[in-house]
Nanobody, 124 residues
């Protein structure tokens, strides 16, 4: 059973930054497709950022230029660096992992395993 655990969420003022971390066990981050999703109250879960095994990345239009996704193979973690945060970024953020794939995907159907989530709250 693959286990994902997110950390790093919290409360921040608009314009601030946060870095989310996802630890993975027993898979290694270089052997699976990975992404970050988020879900705000009353809204559907949406893909935020994804990374393929070739290092290619994809982002939702709403976060392009502000968020960075990365894998650290040595530490076996997935990270999401979030800069210039806006109130509309407030949501529960989830780490997701799926079968190995070269390319990235922001579709939730591409992922099999999910973490419990970490809350990000941005105040204006």
């Amino acid at each position: 059973q693959v286990q994902l655990a997110e950390s790093g969420g919290g409360s921040v003022q608009a314009g601030g930054s946060l870095r989310l971390i996802c630890t993975v066990f027993p898979y290694t981050v270089d052997k699976c497709r990975m992404a970050w999703f988020r879900q705000a109250p009353g809204k559907e879960r949406e893909g935020v950022a994804a990374i393929g095994d070739d290092g290619s990345t994809g982002f939702a239009d709403s976060v392009k230029g502000r968020f960075i996704i990365a894998k650290n193979v040595a530490k076996n973690i997935l990270s999401l660096e979030m800069n210039n945060l806006k109130s509309e970024d407030t949501a529960m953020y989830y780490c997701a992992a799926g079968p190995f794939s070269i390319d990235w995907s922001l579709s939730s159907g591409a992922y099999t395993y999910w973490g419990a989530g970490t809350q990000v709250t941005v105040s204006s």
